[in-house]
């Protein structure tokens, strides 16, 4: 199929009853020139090609995961019982998922323009970039719950209209990801094919989504055909890490058992010429704070530290 079509055609159908399956992947994975500006090497530019992730370290100093982990432990103190359609508690009283944080406070709202973190996105998408989704992801101890794997490429294709992969997610680790509190494991390679999945999708699916994922997930033979050529990679990294990864790599997670808690802080930068469609799935648009449709403007990359 040629990758040059219009935007009305659907190159990645999913969720269309039984018919599913792995395809082929028509778009890059990385976009601009390996001389381009923003951070990364040639080499880690490559392994990112080749693997679909990569480990950055130490990019934040302590004093900043400090502050972010303060405002995180406000607003648990803040929405502990409450009802907010961007927040989804546990049973336990815990944040699971936390939806457009950089709206929520300036400090995140600065630090989704960081330059360490802008310059990456356009580095490798080669274009003006736009937040389209911010949130926090936290794993409590001993009761965390997992995730199965999925690309989140097909449900922001599926659900949000994001037409092309030209889009990548950036999680900024703010307590330690370690083999033992349920880090996110990943298919290394897996990002260089487009998994299509069975069933629909659900009326207001996005309200299941924040707690588990139900629709837009592969069958498990796809998961093994992708574990053979590869296997399966567990991410530990330190506090102050950014873990870069493909908006359609393979990933989930496992229920976190440890005393020790995991939270990592998600900004998925999207192409400006990538901007979303209708919704694939002939369902209404998920909410703003879920999937930026409104206040698409290329960000402007601030040049120092966060401030206190």
Not at 23 to 52: F, K, M
Not at 80 to 87: C, H, L, M, P
Not at 124 to 153: E, I, M
């Amino acid at each position: 199929m040629n990758a040059n079509v219009g935007a009305d055609v659907d190159l990645y159908p999913s969720r269309h009853g039984a018919d599913c399956g792995i395809q082929s992947r028509y778009d890059p994975i990385v976009y601009g020139e390996p001389d381009r500006d923003g951070g990364l090497t040639q080499n880690q530019l490559e392994r990112y090609q080749q693997q679909g992730y990569l480990v950055l370290d130490n990019l934040f100093n302590n004093a900043e995961i400090e502050r972010l982990i303060d405002e995180v432990t406000l607003w648990q103190q803040a929405f502990r019982n409450s009802e907010n359609d961007n927040v989804s508690i546990d049973e336990h009283g815990d944040i699971r998922s936390f939806y457009g944080i950089h709206a929520q406070h300036a400090l995140y709202s600065a630090l989704s323009k960081d330059t360490r973190l802008v310059s990456i996105a356009q580095q490798v998408l080669a274009d003006d970039v736009y937040l389209h989704q911010s949130r926090l992801t936290f794993k409590a101890p001993f009761v965390g719950q997992s995730s199965f794997w999925h690309s989140d490429f097909e449900t922001w294709h599926v659900e949000d209209g994001l037409p092309r992969m030209r889009t990548l997610s950036l999680a900024l680790v703010l307590t330690e990801n370690q083999l033992t509190n349920a880090p996110i494991m990943v298919l290394p390679g897996s990002h260089k094919s487009f998994v299509s999945c069975p069933g629909e999708t659900p009326e207001n699916n996005y309200l299941h989504t924040m707690r588990e994922q139900h629709a837009g997930l592969p069958r498990q033979d796809d998961i093994q055909i992708l574990a053979d050529i590869n296997g399966v990679d567990a991410i530990s990294a330190k506090k102050g890490s950014v873990i870069l990864y493909d908006c359609n790599l393979m990933h989930g997670s496992s229920n976190n058992l440890s005393p020790l808690p995991r939270r990592n802080a998600v900004f998925v930068y999207n192409a400006v010429s990538n901007r979303p469609r209708e919704p694939y799935s002939g369902m209404p648009a998920r909410p703003e704070f879920m999937a930026t449709r409104r206040l698409i403007q290329p960000i402007r990359a601030q040049h120092q530290q966060l401030h206190f």
